[in-house]
């Protein structure tokens, strides 16, 4: 029984040791090495070069899915399930392309936070309305 409660007692200083060597030795054979590789990953990224012409396919290509689905459940007498969901998609993804980066944004926007959004029209000073360019003032009226 002695010889088993040394042995015992000899695995848990291993053990100990053990951790003490990780513990000490952690950060420079496996956090620095991680991090070394995840801030590589980082910075050799290739830069992609934004193209407006694909932008505008996508927005054109999003905008007449939008009407065909639009028409689609219009014009049926038992609108499909499976129609509405690919047209709240359609508006959803027009709502991030619109968006731009903070496509979160739209993903949580809520019906009634739409129809009780604030009167801009009505609460804009006219100071900074007149501020706008023209094209700015034309989005506005919207």
Known sequence: MEKHSRRKTGLLEDVEHFEKLMEA?????????SMTTLNDGRYNQPDLVLVISDFQTLKEYITLKIILLSSELQSASRPDVCTWRELSEMVLNGLILFNKRRGGEAAKLRVETYTNRPDWQKSTSQDVVASLSGIEQQLFKR
Not at 25 to 33: D, K, L, M, Q, V
């Open 25 to 33: 030795e952690w950060n420079y054979h496996i956090s620095h090495h």
